[in-house]
């Protein structure tokens, strides 16, 4: 094998759509984690002839983050620069040579996502980001300019061959534009077609659209695809292709004369052939191309599982490709490809280089279609390197990918023959050992605590043992089989065994033949042997002496241990090392002093090694175990821990160690003198192994993910870096992020804990390169199983993104922010190193013993006294003598380790303390812990401290200190208004009256309530009292529908109806009805459910009116009145003499043909099912048992036209059944309740619905005229002719305003008649009559055809002077007047004694004076009347005339109303004025002397003197 130092790096980064490049000549450079690995191709390689001519030749070394994009700058003299862009915001331009930055910019402001060194103009490098920014950079200028094309994010970029201004940009969403850098970044074209991320862009490498014969008709499956922008036919977008790569599964050529696509490949799904990879995983895809240069024809572009296809573009309408290496099986990659770059060798071979996710590099020749050359890569920390001592030159790599490398350093064809081992794995391999004997046999253990056996010739996933570590497994070991295994018979048990050391401290012992059974813990073995009773160390590493006789195991202490077999005899302890021991390695048994296999050296968590010669302890045997505390050689240098030592098995005596100082060590340890030192890593050591081979050859591995071979003889150091550097390593190290230190190593699902958390000491100095240092290592260690494509970050992050700073990486393009652990899993064994107390400090709660615990941290010198004064105490035969015990009382913390009445005492002590702090908790617990129980509660009951924790105990004390400790919690509780809780303690111990009556008393009331109904009888009288008094509680305060529910509870579903209808809104009634009617109060439940009809009543809600009477069948009448009401409402509101408006009728009411009482009867029967006469005659008993009062002046008009039409009901039902003149009585009701309200307009309403035709019909129905009727009937007939001549009086004053206006003041009455018009304030009457215009679109002769038809009604009119009702009204009105006048007077006299005044002149005649004018001033009596008061007995017997007189007259006429008789003269009288002949001379005489005769009162004085003289 040659002699030439060899790389295995860092695997490429995943989903970058450019991050490897090449150039002629042969130098190919790929991104890996936050580096540029360089690559020599080709004959200036250097490489062993036969074997591949590549080299890794370097490492451009700078960002802090990962690098996202590289490219060379392809211009002949300027093959040396490069740019790449990083995570960290930079684009950093590179000489190769120097391997130093040119310069660089910071333009982004966002993660940058794609990078291009435009092939035409030599100094420009175009970048793009993830929000779509686009930044053009001049080298040579230091100058950029920045394109905003599109809010989008860029996947991929690049510049055209043949254009230096046109740039094609790629978006995640599947949009390609090309744009004109020249124009501001003016789009040239907009080209859709891909609906999903666009990962590769490739120009065809040709000008001019002549190399493919592509029908230019042609539509290519696809519509034409408008473009951005129509431009002329230039040069600059004339003849050219563009071939796009997309995650659509469609490779896209497009025509960029046209604008258009004009070819679709789809790729096909090849069937997987062979490989390693895991097939339960599912792969996303990644389309990346290559347009071959000298083949236009042709376009190579990536599959789906790895595999590379050429397609032939000749024939556009065949979809025709071929496999690379189809011929030889297994050279594919395994997984997803995500760059290809051509590459043209010194003797101008054709390459084409592939990254891909399986982490291989692969080279291919383009004339054949084969792979040269593959160079593996690492995903993770190199964790283990083990040589396997049959198979020589077999090197076995544990890496934190999840998968082993082995590695056949031998190979003389292939200087990278590695073959990858994953199945089985599934976690950071973190442990190696090759069995000694047996081929292709290695034991592997991880980070998640498995161990396992492979069979490296065979493609058979591994064995797994079934008893897995806790934690990280640190060490494997094949040894002899000690008990049990051991004590089978000889054929029966394995020659050797395997050991395995994990992070919790365990050596397990596993059979290799029964790795399903159980594995043994030696622990037990070394405890029976040595008969040892103290406990035993944490393991951090096994050992063995190479003869199989003695083995080493180094402990989480420093200390070493040595045992001899079979059982395990415990010879030697070493207490050199003073931290976690991470390495034991025994020298070699073939060198030329035998002596020297006993030396054996170490490496801990100290930056020291020591090497012991154990020649002496092992050969002498010693009965007892000899401890060891010098060294035989001590070896100083380096300045971090130290993880690996391997002794060379050419030399004596000389050592390698690797440390965490990022350098590895070789040594002449017998001179105890450093040799040369190796600082090719940016990281820190984590493995070292001696080639088996060749003795000049040493391999090491770190966490920068690389494992180098490097040769002793080509070092140019020969110790580890010092002072200065080593100082500024330290700064570095302490700048970083701190370790968590106490924690034992613990694999987390993913990544293993730590051993450490990266300090971030990868001292560039390290490598005495001046480029800036790489901050941190963090296990981000894409240590992903290499199978999870989909989440970059996962495994992948190692190889791809990884920064390696200790933040959250995201990974992959598709920058799914996945955080990837950031422990470092370090292959040793750090943590167990801290103090046994550290590992559990948390944040305690307060300490129990706090003043024990501080005196065992007083000094060293007091702690060692305790120690000498417990030891006499303890072991001192005789009695104590007194000073002994005068320091045990004095040093009371030490009663915890000697008799009872000692940890009184302390308890005592610490009591005191605790209350005293004001924590008398702990002095309970203190106490109780003492088993005084009951004195703590009594304690605890007269401070007021008892607690839940205290009672709950209480029953260890007896029943009867229970009962008196709850009752006494329940009363302190009380005192803290803890009442609900105090009760719930008084349930506990079976009061519950008593929790109940608490409780109540306290106005919780709810959950007595609850408690009572939970656990008493449900007759239980305090139940319902319970109930009635939150009852009456709840209507007090207003909240009336919780108060019914506590009534109904107490079964008192009365009062619940009542108390519902308190509130007195509809909603509030109906539910009270219904609730009624529900109980069977259906009394209760009728009246509600009026009420509430008599509500929405108020709303004009008809519908909700009937619904509400719908409740109950008694309301059946009721239901009549409001139909007939909504009836009248409606016809009112359609004359216009309604002002409200109601939206809600009920269907029925809409019809308005035929008469009304027609209409009403009609809708009684469909709607209400009236039509026998029985039912009508059961309706009007209903309603005849309601009265309603009569009206006056003030009824409201709602209220007004609800008694109406009840009256007016009534007069229908009497109809229906016959009752004539029951029905002419509720007729006669209905007009007189309008009239005494003044409501001239209902009134007529009423006439004209009900009396459409006059009275006759009545007569004729009431049949004999001497009937009890005909005084009813009478007055009914009286009004209806009153209500005519008022309207024909009307008429004519329209035309004679002079008299109208005289006429309205003719006395309070006919005011009242005019003005008073509720329902409708301004109905034609009063309009006309008020405003007083002649109406002159009249036709003239109507006036001679009202007088026509006038002459009739005026007949009729002498039914109106009835001179017994004449007179019958002057009677009551000589009554008010004289009734008034004394009110007046009592008015006045009361006054003047409030005056109290001093005069004694006239007050009664003043009172009286001033009485008379207060009654006859708006009727301007004459002067004399003025002058002539009323004497009081004058009064009087006026008074008793009129009242004798109306006594006299006969009942019929004074029960029924009749129309004002005086009044009706002197209307007539008015109407023979304004229309002389109209009215008789008899009907005149006739008014005139019934105004004389009864015209006296002060009323109507005046008036008749106007007319009678």
Known sequence: MGQDPRTLPPSPNWYCARCSDAVPGGLFGFAARTSVFLVRVGPSAGAIPGTP???????????????????????????????????????????????????????????????????????????????????????????????????????????????????????????????DISKKGEVIHRLRGHDDEIHSIAWCPLPGEDCLSINQEENSEEPEIPNGKVIEQTPVTKGCYLATGSKDQTIRIWSCSRGRGVMILKLPFLKRRGGGIDPTVKERLWLTLHWPKDQPTQLVSSCFGGELLLWDLTQSWRRKYTLFSASSEGQNHSRIVFNLCPLQTEDDKQLLLSTSMDRDVKCWDMATLECCWTLPSLGGFAYKLAFSPVDMGCLAIGVGDGMIRV???????????????????????????????????????????????????????????????????????????????????????????????????????????????????????????????????????????????IMALGNEDGSIEIFQVPNLKLICTIQQHHKLVNTISWHHEHGSQPELSYLMASGSNNAIIYVHNLKTVIESNPETPVTITEP???????????????????????????????????????????????????????????????????????????????????????????????????????????????????????????????????????????????????????????????????????????????????????????????????????????????????????????????????????????????????????????????????????????????????????????????????????????????????????????????????????????????????????????????????????????????????????????????????????????????????????????????????????????????????????????LASIVGENELSSSLALRCAQELLLARNWVGAQEALKLHESLKGQRLVFCLLELLSKHLEERQLLEAKSSSYNTWATGTAGPFVERVTAIWKSTFSLESPEQYQAALQQLQSIKYPSATNNTPSKQLLLHICHDLTLAVLSQQVASWDAAVEALLRAVVRSYDSGNFTIMQEVHSAFLPEGCDHLKHKLGEPQSLITPAFKSLEAFFIYGHLYEFWWSLSRHCPKSSVWVRAAHRRTASVEQSQQINNATPEETDSGDSQPEPNRPPELDVRLTEESKQMLITCKELFSEKHASLQNSQRTVAEVQETLAEMIRQHQ???????????????????????????????????????????????????????????????????????????????????????????????????????????????????????
């Open 53 to 179: 001519p590549f080299r890794v030749i370097g490492e451009l070394v700078g960002h802090t983050e990962r690098v996202s994009g590289f490219t060379f700058s392809h211009h002949p003299g300027q093959y040396n620069l490069c740019a790449t862009s990083s995570d960290d915001g930079t684009v950093k331009i590179w000489d190769v040579e120097t391997k130093a930055v040119v310069t660089e910019h910071a333009l982004h402001q966002h993660t940058i996502s794609a990078l291009h060194w435009s092939p035409q103009v030599k100094d420009l490098i175009v970048s793009g980001d993830e929000k779509g920014v686009v930044f053009c950079y001049w080298l040579n200028r230091n100058d950029s300019q920045h394109h905003f094309i599109e809010p989008r994010t860029i996947f991929c970029l690049t510049c055209s061959p043949h254009h230096e201004d046109l740039v094609a940009i790629g978006y995640k969403d599947g949009i390609v534009v090309i744009i």
């Open 407 to 549: 590695w056949n350093t031998l190979s003389i064809k292939n200087n990278y023959d590695v073959k990858n081992f994953w199945q089985g794995v599934k976690s950071k391999v973190t442990a190696l050992c090759w069995h000694p004997a047996k081929e292709g046999c290695l034991a592997f253990g991880t980070d998640d605590g498995k161990v396992g056996l492979y069979d490296t010739y065979s493609n058979k996933p591994p064995q797994i043992s079934s008893t897995y570590h806790k934690k990280t497994v640190y060490t494997l070991a094949w040894g002899p089989p000690l008990p049990p295994i051991s004590l089978g018979g000889e054929g029966d048990r394995p020659s050797l065994t395997l050991y395995s050391c994990g992070g919790e401290g365990i050596v397990l012992q596993h059979n290799p033949w029964k790795l399903g059974g159980e594995a043994y813990d030696i622990n037990k073995l070394i405890r029976d042997t040595n008969s040892i009773k103290y406990k035993l160390p944490v393991h951090t590493e096994i050992s063995w002496k190479a003869d199989g006789k």
């Open 632 to 1074: 035989y050689r001590t070896l100083s240098g380096h300045t971090a821990k130290i993880t690996s030592v391997a002794w060379s098995p050419h030399h004596d005596g000389r050592l390698v160690s690797a440390s965490y100082d990022g350098t590895a060590q070789v040594w002449d340890t017998l001179r105890e003198e450093p040799l040369c030192n190796f600082r090719g890593h940016r990281g820190r050591l984590l493995c070292v192994a001696w080639s088996p081979l060749d003795p000049d050859c040493i391999y090491s591995g770190a966490d920068d993910f690389c494992v180098y071979k490097w040769l002793t003889s080509m070092q140019e150091h020969s110790r580890p870096p010092q002072g200065k550097k080593s100082i500024e390593l330290e700064k570095k190290r302490l700048s970083q992020p701190k370790p968590k230190p106490k924690k034992k190593k613990k694999p987390t699902s993913r990544a293993p804990v730590k051993q450490e958390v990266y300090d971030g000491n990868e001292d560039e100095s390290i490598r005495e390169s001046s480029g800036p240092v790489e901050n941190g290592v963090s296990d981000q260690e894409g240590e992903e199983e290499a199978r999870e494509p989909e989440f970059p970050s996962g495994v992948a992050s190692v190889a791809s993104r990884e920064p390696v700073t200790c933040t959250p990486v995201s990974l992959g393009f598709e920058k799914s922010k996945v955080t990837v652990n950031n422990k470092v899993t370090l292959l040793k064994k750090e943590p167990p190193k801290e103090k046994p107390e550290s590992l559990t400090k948390k944040r305690k709660a307060r300490s129990m013993l706090p003043l024990t615990t501080s005196l065992d941290h007083r000094s060293k010198e007091e702690l060692h006294q305790d120690c000498l004064v417990l030891a006499t105490a303890k072991h001192s035969k005789a009695e104590l003598n007194k000073e002994v015990s005068a320091d045990l009382e004095e040093r009371f913390h030490l009663g915890l380790f000697t008799d009872r009445g000692a940890l009184y005492r302390m308890i005592e002590v610490e009591g005191k303390g605790h209350l005293e702090n004001g924590h008398p908790e702990l002095f309970h617990q203190l106490m109780l812990w003492k088993g005084d129980l009951k004195g703590v509660l009594q304690t605890a009951a007269e401070r007021g401290e008892l607690t839940d924790s205290l009672v709950a105990m209480a029953p260890v004390a007896g029943y009867h200190v229970w009962l008196w400790a709850v009752e006494a919690f329940a009363k302190q509780l009380c005192f803290q208004d803890q009442y609900v809780k105090a009760a719930s303690h008084l349930l506990s111990i079976h009061k519950v009256y008593e929790a109940v009556e608490l409780l109540k008393s306290n106005h919780f009331y709810r959950e007595a309530i609850a408690v009572a109904k939970a656990r008493l009888r449900p007759e239980d009288p305090i139940l319902k009292d319970l109930y009635l008094t939150w009852g009456a509680i709840l209507e007090k305060d207003g909240h009336y529908a919780v108060a019914a529910k506590c009534y109904l509870g107490a079964a008192c579903a009365y009062n619940a109806a009542k108390v519902l209808s308190k509130k007195g809104d509809a909603a509030s009634l109906k539910t009270a009805a219904e």
């Open 1391 to 1509: 006054k003047s004694q409030v005056c109290k005044s001093t005069t004694n002149g006239p007050d009664k005649n003043e009172s009286e004076q001033a009485a008379e004018q207060s009654l006859s001033s708006p009727q301007n009596e004459c002067k004399e009347e003025k002058n002539q008061p009323l004497s009081l007995p004058e009064l009087t017997k006026r008074l008793t005339e009129a009242n004798e007189k109306i006594a006299k007259f006969p009942e019929s006429v004074k029960i029924w109303p009749f129309p004002d008789v005086l009044e009706c003269c002197l209307i007539l009288l008015h109407i023979g004025s304004q229309c002389p002949g109209s009215v008789t001379q008899d009907m005149q005489q006739q008014a005139q002397e019934l105004l004389q005769k009864y015209g006296n009162t002060k009323v109507y004085k005046r008036y008749c003197e106007t007319f009678c003289t």
